[in-house]
């Protein structure tokens, strides 16, 4: 689990179903790129049903972290581990995450 002061955070859910969780809030900018893309691959190794990418809470992503949660989506596919994103009213990715999921 990422430090309290981290806008990227993964939650692992057991029940009803052993889904993980990665919830992105606020500013996500370059200095936040590797975190993120570790916790991505955190949520892989766990091969879970599904993995949940939340990005309701998110501002801004630097498109490095955009490139980590494509890269993502693409290794669940060849997993068969089905990806949810969620999209709030303000989509931080400018549309290229829900053409992806």
Same mark, same amino acid.
């Given at each position: 689990?990422?430090?309290?002061?981290?806008? @990227?955070?993964?939650?692992?859910?057991?029940?009803?179903?052993?889904?993980?969780?990665?919830?992105?809030?606020?500013?996500?900018?370059?200095?936040?790129?590797?975190?993120?893309?570790?916790? /991505?691959?955190?949520?892989?190794?766990?091969?879970?049903?599904?993995?949940?990418?939340? /990005?309701?809470?998110?501002?801004?992503?630097?498109?490095?972290?955009?490139?980590?949660? /494509?890269?993502?989506?693409?290794? $669940?596919?060849?997993?068969?581990?089905?990806?949810? @994103? /969620?999209?709030?009213?303000?989509?931080?990715?400018?549309?290229?995450?829900?053409? $992806?999921?």
């Amino acid at each position: 689990m990422p430090h309290e002061s981290s806008p @990227v955070a993964v939650t692992l859910r057991h029940d009803p179903s052993p889904a993980v969780a990665i919830l992105f809030e606020g500013e996500i900018d370059a200095s936040w790129a590797a975190h993120a893309q570790h916790s /991505l691959v955190e949520a892989l190794r766990h091969r879970p049903d599904p993995i949940v990418i939340d /990005l309701r809470g998110a501002t801004r992503l630097d498109p490095r972290v955009v490139g980590a949660i /494509l890269a993502t989506i693409e290794a $669940a596919e060849d997993l068969d581990v089905p990806v949810q @994103v /969620l999209l709030g009213a303000a989509d931080p990715t400018d549309g290229l995450l829900a053409q $992806a999921a």
